[in-house]
Every structure is written in C-alpha cells, then in structure tokens.
C-alpha cells in the first residue's frame, strides 16, 4: 500500500519529507527508452541526499569529517518504468534512527501521480578511520521523521546467498564506479548484477522487486564478478551476488523478481 505524503519544501523550512522532480534523460534510458531500476534507484538516491544535506544546515552537523552514510540494505518494488523523457517526481522521508540503524522511504510518481515505485532503505553511519558503525542516539532528537508512514509497509529484509550459482567472468572495478564517499556507488552494484542477464533477457523482461543488502566495498583495481541462480519460475526470480576475487569476499547480494 502507497501513502500519500503532505506539503512540499518551504525554502527556509526543515521539512519531514522532500520532493523533487527528475526528466528521465537520453544517458538513463535502456534501448528500449526506459528509465528502469537504476535509474529510479539514483533518483531516490539524490533526493536522499538533498533531504539530509537540508536537515544538515539547518539542525546538524550531525556526522564529523571522518564519518559518511552508507546503505546497508534496500528494496524497490516496480509498477513500470519511467519512460526517456518523462517527468517523475520522488518523495522521500526518514522513518526514524534506532541504535545503529536509520530507515528512509520513498514514493516516485508520474505526472499523473500514479505511482511507479516505491521502496525502503536501511542506512548506517560508518567512521572511515575505525571501519566501525557508529551509534544513532546523540542526532535521534534532532532528526524530522514519520514513524508511521511506510511506503511498502515494511523495512528491507536479508537475502539469501545463491545457491550453486552460474558465475560469470571476473572485471575490473573502475576509478568513474567511485562516488564522492571514495568508494563505489550502490547503483553499480545493482547495474553489475542486472548486466550479467544479457540483453535478450533484460530486453524481454522488466524487473517488478529488487532486494539488495550491501556486505563489503569493492575498490578501483580490484576484480570482482557476479553469481546467480535461479529459484522460481512463478513468479520469475533469481538470487544474485557480487564477490570480490582477492579474498572471495561476498560484496553484496540482492533477489531479482520479473
């Protein structure tokens, strides 16, 4: 179930939810002109970002130099692609801290304000020099969420490793994967994984639920390659993982449903 959420951004305001609106360019568009999974996923990942760095000026600083946000865990369901050249809006809300856990919604709509997806994300605050995730408790007072208002009615859940996966080669992680947290975006994951179905899969297939939780980070220079295995044929799903080919550390896994 979908909940519509309130007022839009007053400009000196720190408002509990943020929207903002995104024309789906030709670079974010597949072959087949849609704006798809990591495309909706970056979206929902710049609002975040824009809600925080709002609530940052206004009530924080909440994090120090040596400290960045990090997901840990996510999941969107699809009703449909964005198309190339529409217009979607995203709305995006903190749910609340716990100890060591924040949770953030998001609704995308279209210029109808039809919804076209919606999901969860599970955050953590980690210290770069430590390595450590740091506890929630000193900013949770001064943090605007909704409690109450879920986008599916749920928090993202763990997935399951894959099973006798098919593997697929080993590649190069690249210094453009990197984002401006120095390590690489959580959408590239997504994308690896999704590139490993080949072009007549994704051609004739439009992912409906994505699940990831995120393990390790990959750096420039390291190999790394993907796993999948099927496991239903109603509805269409795999689970899938990427591991790092100098230890064999898993990076992160996620469930495709289609």
Known sequence: MFKILGPKNEANSVPSEWKEKYEVKVYES??????????????????????????????????????????????????????????????????????????RDFIIRDAAAETIAAGTATWVVIDLESKRIQRLTKIADKWPSKPDV???????????????????????????????NHHVNSSRYIQWMLDSFGREFLEEHEIKKAEINYMEEAMPGEEVFTGTARTSDAPLVFLANMTRKGDNKEICRARFTF
């Open 30 to 103: 597949d072959n087949l002109e849609r704006g798809g999974l990591v495309t909706l996923f970056n979206y929902f990942q710049n609002s975040a970002w824009s809600h925080y760095h709002r609530v940052d000026r206004v009530r924080g600083p909440f994090l120090t130099k040596n400290q960045i946000w990090a997901m840990t865990r996510v999941e969107i369901r699809l009703i449909r692609p964005a198309k190339w050249q529409e217009v979607v809006e995203v709305e995006t809300w903190s749910r609340g801290l716990e100890k060591l856990m924040a949770f």
């Open 150 to 180: 879920f986008s599916i009615n749920k928090n993202a859940e763990k997935v399951d490793a894959p099973a006798n996966p098919e593997y697929g080669e080993p590649f190069r992680v690249r210094y453009s994967d990197m984002d401006l």
